[in-house]
């Protein structure tokens, strides 16, 4: 059973920061990509920042390079992300995701490449 628990989410005035933890069992996690994705309430998900299996690349959505940066560690299996500089358009439910082997940039961005989610943590940034 694969299961991927988010926490860290809450509320924070712009301007302020928060650490996301995922916290993955169930399998080999240091052979997958992990991911960060959004969603705001009636709004598609959308991509947040990704890094690969070996942590040595990583990839933003446009919308949060700079200030966010995604890390993981193995050893403890379990992938960050570190948001800086919130502003109230960053509020959503921020959801950690898995996926196998990506050798294309463009498949990191992809949420259909992810096999495994977790519930969601709800962020809120006020203004």
């Known amino acids: 059973q694969e299961q991927l628990v988010e926490s860290g989410g809450g509320l924070v005035q712009a301007g302020g920061s928060l650490r996301l933890s995922c916290a993955a069992s169930g399998f080999s996690f240091s052979a997958y990509t992990m991911g960060w994705f959004r969603q705001a309430p009636g709004k598609e998900r959308e991509f947040v920042a990704a890094i690969s299996w070996s942590g040595r690349s990583t990839y933003y959505a446009d919308s949060v390079k700079g200030r966010f940066t995604i890390s993981r560690d193995n050893a403890k299996n379990t992938v960050y992300l570190q948001m800086n500089s919130l502003k109230p358009e960053d509020t959503a439910v921020y959801y950690c995701?898995?996926?196998?082997?990506?050798?294309?940039?463009?498949?990191?961005?992809?949420?259909?490449?992810?096999?495994?989610w977790g519930q969601g943590t709800q962020v809120t940034v006020s203004s």
């Open positions: 995701a898995a996926a196998g082997p990506l050798y294309q940039s463009r498949d990191y961005y992809d949420p259909g490449q992810y096999d495994s």
